[in-house]
Protein backbone atom coordinates (compact mmCIF):
# COMPACT_ATOMS: atom_id res chain seq x y z
CA UNK A 1 0.00 0.00 0.00
CA UNK A 2 1.63 2.97 -1.11
CA UNK A 3 1.96 5.51 1.62
CA UNK A 4 -0.26 9.02 1.71
CA UNK A 5 -1.45 10.14 5.35
CA UNK A 6 1.77 10.18 7.05
CA UNK A 7 1.36 11.00 11.26
CA UNK A 8 4.56 12.81 12.64
CA UNK A 9 5.14 13.13 16.74
CA UNK A 10 7.03 16.34 18.15
CA UNK A 11 5.80 19.14 15.85
CA UNK A 12 6.89 21.97 18.42
CA UNK A 13 10.80 19.85 17.96
CA UNK A 14 13.16 21.08 16.04
CA UNK A 15 13.08 18.51 13.39
CA UNK A 16 9.12 18.07 13.83
CA UNK A 17 9.00 21.93 12.80
CA UNK A 18 11.87 21.48 9.94
CA UNK A 19 9.45 18.45 8.71
CA UNK A 20 6.38 20.81 8.47
CA UNK A 21 8.05 23.57 6.13
CA UNK A 22 9.10 21.01 3.96
CA UNK A 23 5.73 18.90 4.19
CA UNK A 24 4.30 21.70 1.58
CA UNK A 25 6.65 21.00 -0.80
CA UNK A 26 5.44 17.42 -1.42
CA UNK A 27 1.52 17.54 -1.95
CA UNK A 28 1.64 13.77 -2.60
CA UNK A 29 1.62 13.47 1.31
CA UNK A 30 -0.75 14.17 3.70
CA UNK A 31 1.28 15.16 6.99
CA UNK A 32 -0.51 14.82 10.64
CA UNK A 33 1.66 16.81 12.74
CA UNK A 34 1.03 16.23 16.91
CA UNK A 35 2.12 18.05 19.39
CA UNK A 36 2.60 16.57 23.22
CA UNK A 37 -1.16 17.46 23.99
CA UNK A 38 -2.84 15.64 21.30
CA UNK A 39 -0.11 12.73 22.01
CA UNK A 40 1.65 12.65 25.16
CA UNK A 41 4.36 9.53 24.57
CA UNK A 42 4.57 9.73 28.54
CA UNK A 43 1.41 7.45 27.98
CA UNK A 44 2.62 4.55 26.33
CA UNK A 45 -0.77 2.64 26.82
CA UNK A 46 -3.04 5.13 25.12
CA UNK A 47 -0.38 5.60 21.85
CA UNK A 48 -2.80 2.77 19.99
CA UNK A 49 -6.14 4.50 20.82
CA UNK A 50 -4.89 7.69 19.49
CA UNK A 51 -3.14 6.50 16.29
CA UNK A 52 -6.57 4.30 15.33
CA UNK A 53 -8.27 7.13 15.24
CA UNK A 54 -5.74 9.05 12.52
CA UNK A 55 -5.50 6.16 10.71
CA UNK A 56 -2.15 6.73 9.09
CA UNK A 57 -0.16 5.09 6.16
CA UNK A 58 3.22 5.70 8.33
CA UNK A 59 4.11 7.44 11.51
CA UNK A 60 7.43 9.35 11.84
CA UNK A 61 8.71 10.01 15.78
CA UNK A 62 10.36 12.91 16.04
CA UNK A 63 9.05 13.77 19.89
CA UNK A 64 11.86 12.42 22.12
CA UNK A 65 13.25 13.67 26.06
CA UNK A 66 16.21 15.33 24.89
CA UNK A 67 17.02 17.49 27.79
CA UNK A 68 20.64 15.38 27.68
CA UNK A 69 21.33 16.59 31.43
CA UNK A 70 18.43 16.83 33.07
CA UNK A 71 17.73 12.78 32.23
CA UNK A 72 20.53 11.76 34.95
CA UNK A 73 17.87 12.54 37.33
CA UNK A 74 14.50 11.99 35.68
CA UNK A 75 15.33 9.10 34.63
CA UNK A 76 11.85 7.00 34.88
CA UNK A 77 10.38 9.41 32.48
CA UNK A 78 13.03 9.76 30.00
CA UNK A 79 13.05 5.92 29.66
CA UNK A 80 9.38 5.76 29.19
CA UNK A 81 9.51 8.66 26.36
CA UNK A 82 12.59 7.70 24.87
CA UNK A 83 12.18 3.77 24.85
CA UNK A 84 8.85 2.29 26.12
CA UNK A 85 6.90 4.31 23.82
CA UNK A 86 9.07 4.12 20.88
CA UNK A 87 8.66 0.43 20.92
CA UNK A 88 4.83 0.84 22.19
CA UNK A 89 4.82 3.24 18.72
CA UNK A 90 6.65 0.14 16.77
CA UNK A 91 4.16 -2.75 17.72
CA UNK A 92 1.37 -0.27 16.43
CA UNK A 93 3.00 0.01 13.03
CA UNK A 94 3.78 -3.54 13.02
CA UNK A 95 0.48 -4.21 13.92
CA UNK A 96 -1.49 -1.68 11.31
CA UNK A 97 1.60 -3.21 8.58
CA UNK A 98 2.87 0.60 7.77
CA UNK A 99 6.10 2.11 8.12
CA UNK A 100 7.77 3.32 11.16
CA UNK A 101 10.72 5.61 11.62
CA UNK A 102 12.34 6.86 14.98
CA UNK A 103 15.49 8.77 15.50
CA UNK A 104 18.50 8.37 17.71
CA UNK A 105 21.32 9.81 18.95
CA UNK A 106 25.44 9.69 18.13
CA UNK A 107 25.24 9.33 22.27
CA UNK A 108 24.61 5.91 22.08
CA UNK A 109 27.90 5.40 21.30
CA UNK A 110 31.02 5.44 23.82
CA UNK A 111 33.10 8.40 22.24
CA UNK A 112 36.42 5.88 22.32
CA UNK A 113 36.43 4.99 18.70
CA UNK A 114 39.24 7.19 15.91
CA UNK A 115 37.21 6.40 13.32
CA UNK A 116 33.35 7.25 12.29
CA UNK A 117 30.60 4.66 14.07
CA UNK A 118 28.92 2.48 11.80
CA UNK A 119 25.63 1.49 12.02
CA UNK A 120 26.68 -1.89 13.74
CA UNK A 121 29.44 -0.48 16.17
CA UNK A 122 28.32 -1.88 19.35
CA UNK A 123 26.78 0.30 21.52
CA UNK A 124 28.04 1.63 24.77
CA UNK A 125 26.44 4.97 26.03
CA UNK A 126 28.30 7.19 28.37
CA UNK A 127 25.11 9.03 29.58
CA UNK A 128 21.88 7.94 30.51
CA UNK A 129 19.99 9.77 28.11
CA UNK A 130 21.86 7.85 25.62
CA UNK A 131 21.06 4.59 27.67
CA UNK A 132 17.31 5.63 26.65
CA UNK A 133 18.14 5.79 23.40
CA UNK A 134 19.50 2.84 23.21
CA UNK A 135 17.08 1.02 24.64
CA UNK A 136 14.57 2.72 22.55
CA UNK A 137 16.22 1.62 19.14
CA UNK A 138 16.56 -2.35 20.53
CA UNK A 139 12.80 -2.63 22.02
CA UNK A 140 11.61 -1.18 18.93
CA UNK A 141 13.40 -3.44 16.33
CA UNK A 142 12.96 -6.79 18.96
CA UNK A 143 8.59 -5.02 18.39
CA UNK A 144 9.03 -4.69 14.63
CA UNK A 145 11.72 -5.68 12.77
CA UNK A 146 11.02 -3.05 10.07
CA UNK A 147 11.84 -0.56 12.07
CA UNK A 148 13.51 2.19 10.71
CA UNK A 149 16.26 4.42 13.03
CA UNK A 150 17.72 7.36 11.99
CA UNK A 151 20.72 8.33 14.17
CA UNK A 152 21.67 11.70 14.40
CA UNK A 153 23.50 14.07 15.94
CA UNK A 154 24.55 17.83 17.19
CA UNK A 155 20.79 18.88 15.60
CA UNK A 156 20.19 22.75 15.16
CA UNK A 157 18.05 24.69 13.54
CA UNK A 158 16.09 27.95 12.84
CA UNK A 159 13.22 26.89 15.46
CA UNK A 160 14.02 25.12 18.69
CA UNK A 161 16.48 24.90 21.15
CA UNK A 162 19.56 24.52 19.84
CA UNK A 163 23.60 25.33 20.56
CA UNK A 164 23.95 27.43 17.02
CA UNK A 165 21.05 29.62 18.94
CA UNK A 166 22.51 29.55 22.24
CA UNK A 167 25.45 30.81 21.04
CA UNK A 168 24.07 33.47 18.74
CA UNK A 169 22.59 34.90 22.41
CA UNK A 170 25.70 34.19 24.16
CA UNK A 171 27.81 35.70 21.83
CA UNK A 172 25.63 39.04 21.45
CA UNK A 173 25.28 39.51 25.59
CA UNK A 174 28.99 38.54 26.35
CA UNK A 175 32.55 39.97 25.21
CA UNK A 176 34.49 36.41 25.93
CA UNK A 177 32.88 33.33 25.49
CA UNK A 178 34.97 29.37 26.60
CA UNK A 179 33.46 26.68 24.30
CA UNK A 180 34.61 23.04 24.81
CA UNK A 181 37.40 22.18 21.99
CA UNK A 182 38.32 18.22 22.61
CA UNK A 183 34.74 16.83 21.84
CA UNK A 184 34.63 15.88 17.99
CA UNK A 185 31.10 15.36 15.94
CA UNK A 186 28.84 15.86 12.83
CA UNK A 187 26.39 19.04 13.09
CA UNK A 188 22.95 18.45 11.79
CA UNK A 189 20.62 20.78 10.21
CA UNK A 190 17.24 19.45 10.78
CA UNK A 191 15.80 21.00 7.55
CA UNK A 192 17.96 18.51 6.05
CA UNK A 193 17.52 15.61 8.05
CA UNK A 194 13.94 16.39 7.09
CA UNK A 195 13.83 16.05 3.65
CA UNK A 196 16.46 12.95 3.68
CA UNK A 197 13.49 11.58 5.68
CA UNK A 198 10.58 12.33 3.55
CA UNK A 199 13.11 10.77 0.57
CA UNK A 200 13.01 7.47 2.44
CA UNK A 201 8.98 8.02 2.39
CA UNK A 202 9.34 8.42 -1.32
CA UNK A 203 11.75 5.35 -1.84
CA UNK A 204 9.23 2.89 0.06
CA UNK A 205 6.06 4.52 -2.16
CA UNK A 206 8.72 3.41 -5.21
CA UNK A 207 9.39 -0.03 -3.96
CA UNK A 208 12.77 0.13 -1.75
CA UNK A 209 13.22 -1.72 0.95
CA UNK A 210 14.54 0.45 4.54
CA UNK A 211 14.19 -0.70 7.31
CA UNK A 212 17.05 -1.31 10.44
CA UNK A 213 19.25 1.42 11.41
CA UNK A 214 20.63 4.30 9.31
CA UNK A 215 22.87 7.24 10.58
CA UNK A 216 22.30 10.96 9.07
CA UNK A 217 24.45 13.78 9.46
CA UNK A 218 25.77 16.66 8.06
CA UNK A 219 29.02 16.24 5.96
CA UNK A 220 32.58 17.03 7.73
CA UNK A 221 33.28 16.95 11.36
CA UNK A 222 34.31 19.61 13.73
CA UNK A 223 34.42 20.27 17.57
CA UNK A 224 32.24 22.56 19.65
CA UNK A 225 34.85 24.97 19.49
CA UNK A 226 35.19 25.35 15.64
CA UNK A 227 31.32 25.27 15.20
CA UNK A 228 30.88 28.78 17.51
CA UNK A 229 33.88 29.87 15.34
CA UNK A 230 31.78 29.62 12.27
CA UNK A 231 28.90 30.63 13.98
CA UNK A 232 30.28 33.84 15.25
CA UNK A 233 31.95 34.17 11.41
CA UNK A 234 28.41 33.30 9.26
CA UNK A 235 26.86 35.90 12.20
CA UNK A 236 28.98 38.67 11.73
CA UNK A 237 29.18 38.92 15.69
CA UNK A 238 31.76 39.95 18.24
CA UNK A 239 33.36 37.82 20.44
CA UNK A 240 36.16 36.37 22.05
CA UNK A 241 36.09 32.40 21.94
CA UNK A 242 38.70 30.47 24.20
CA UNK A 243 38.56 26.60 23.74
CA UNK A 244 38.44 24.56 27.12
CA UNK A 245 38.83 21.18 27.46
CA UNK A 246 35.81 18.75 28.93
CA UNK A 247 37.38 18.60 32.10
CA UNK A 248 37.21 22.59 32.73
CA UNK A 249 33.11 22.35 32.04
CA UNK A 250 31.67 19.82 34.25
CA UNK A 251 28.08 18.58 33.39
CA UNK A 252 25.57 16.16 34.94
CA UNK A 253 26.22 13.90 31.91
CA UNK A 254 28.84 13.12 30.40
CA UNK A 255 29.52 13.57 26.89
CA UNK A 256 31.36 11.15 24.60
CA UNK A 257 34.56 12.90 23.20
CA UNK A 258 34.63 11.45 19.83
CA UNK A 259 30.94 11.01 18.26
CA UNK A 260 31.40 10.97 14.45
CA UNK A 261 28.70 9.29 12.75
CA UNK A 262 29.19 7.12 9.27
CA UNK A 263 26.42 7.80 6.57
CA UNK A 264 27.78 6.10 4.10
CA UNK A 265 25.16 3.28 4.26
CA UNK A 266 22.10 6.46 3.56
CA UNK A 267 23.86 8.06 1.12
CA UNK A 268 24.15 4.63 -0.88
CA UNK A 269 21.13 3.57 -0.60
CA UNK A 270 18.86 6.24 -1.43
CA UNK A 271 21.69 8.41 -3.47
CA UNK A 272 21.78 11.29 -1.14
CA UNK A 273 23.72 13.70 -1.44
CA UNK A 274 24.17 15.10 2.33
CA UNK A 275 25.00 18.66 2.02
CA UNK A 276 28.41 20.05 4.07
CA UNK A 277 27.86 21.59 7.65
CA UNK A 278 29.29 24.74 7.17
CA UNK A 279 26.51 25.56 4.09
CA UNK A 280 24.16 24.04 6.43
CA UNK A 281 25.21 26.65 9.23
CA UNK A 282 24.89 29.32 6.63
CA UNK A 283 21.45 28.88 5.42
CA UNK A 284 20.43 28.35 9.25
CA UNK A 285 21.76 31.49 10.10
CA UNK A 286 20.72 33.11 7.17
CA UNK A 287 17.12 32.15 8.03
CA UNK A 288 17.99 33.03 11.58
CA UNK A 289 18.73 36.63 10.59
CA UNK A 290 16.67 37.42 8.17
CA UNK A 291 12.78 36.00 9.20
N1 LIG B 1 18.88 17.83 19.43
C1 LIG B 1 19.98 17.12 19.19
O1 LIG B 1 21.10 17.64 19.21
C2 LIG B 1 19.87 15.66 18.86
C3 LIG B 1 21.05 14.92 18.68
C4 LIG B 1 20.95 13.58 18.36
C5 LIG B 1 19.73 12.99 18.23
N2 LIG B 1 18.59 13.71 18.42
C6 LIG B 1 17.30 13.03 18.29
O2 LIG B 1 16.64 13.55 17.16
C7 LIG B 1 15.22 13.55 17.38
C8 LIG B 1 14.66 14.95 17.15
O3 LIG B 1 15.27 15.82 18.10
P1 LIG B 1 14.96 17.37 18.16
O4 LIG B 1 16.27 18.05 18.21
O5 LIG B 1 13.95 17.73 17.14
O6 LIG B 1 14.32 17.44 19.63
P2 LIG B 1 13.63 18.67 20.36
O7 LIG B 1 13.77 19.91 19.56
O8 LIG B 1 14.06 18.63 21.76
O9 LIG B 1 12.10 18.26 20.28
C9 LIG B 1 11.60 17.17 20.98
C10 LIG B 1 10.10 17.26 20.96
O10 LIG B 1 9.61 16.15 21.72
C11 LIG B 1 8.51 16.62 22.44
N3 LIG B 1 8.24 15.82 23.62
C12 LIG B 1 8.97 15.74 24.77
N4 LIG B 1 8.34 14.96 25.64
C13 LIG B 1 7.20 14.54 25.04
C14 LIG B 1 6.13 13.71 25.44
N5 LIG B 1 6.06 13.17 26.67
N6 LIG B 1 5.13 13.47 24.55
C15 LIG B 1 5.14 14.03 23.34
N7 LIG B 1 6.11 14.84 22.90
C16 LIG B 1 7.14 15.08 23.75
C17 LIG B 1 8.86 18.05 22.84
O11 LIG B 1 7.65 18.70 23.13
P3 LIG B 1 7.59 20.19 23.74
O12 LIG B 1 7.87 21.09 22.56
O13 LIG B 1 6.20 20.29 24.24
O14 LIG B 1 8.64 20.24 24.80
C18 LIG B 1 9.56 18.55 21.59
O15 LIG B 1 8.64 19.16 20.71
C19 LIG B 1 15.03 13.00 18.80
O16 LIG B 1 14.79 11.62 18.74
C20 LIG B 1 16.37 13.24 19.46
O17 LIG B 1 16.61 12.33 20.51
C21 LIG B 1 18.64 15.04 18.72
Redesign the pocket.
Known amino acids: MAIHKILV??????????LSQAATAYPQFEFVF????A?????PTELGGIIELFAPDAII???????VDKAETEKE?AH???AE?VAALAGIAKKRNIPFI??????VFSGNASSPYLTDTQLNPVNY?GQT?ADGEQMAIAANENTII????????S?????VKTMMRLMKDRDALNIVGDQRGRP?Y?KD?ALATIQILIAINAGAVVKGIYHYANTGETTWFKFAEKIKEFAGLECELTAITSDQFPTPAKRPSYSVLDTQKIEEELGLQIPQWEIALKQCIHQLIHS
Not at 150 to 157: I, K, N
Open positions: TGSNGQLGWEVDRNMDLSNNTAAYTALTINASFSTDYYKMRTSWVFSHGNNFTAL
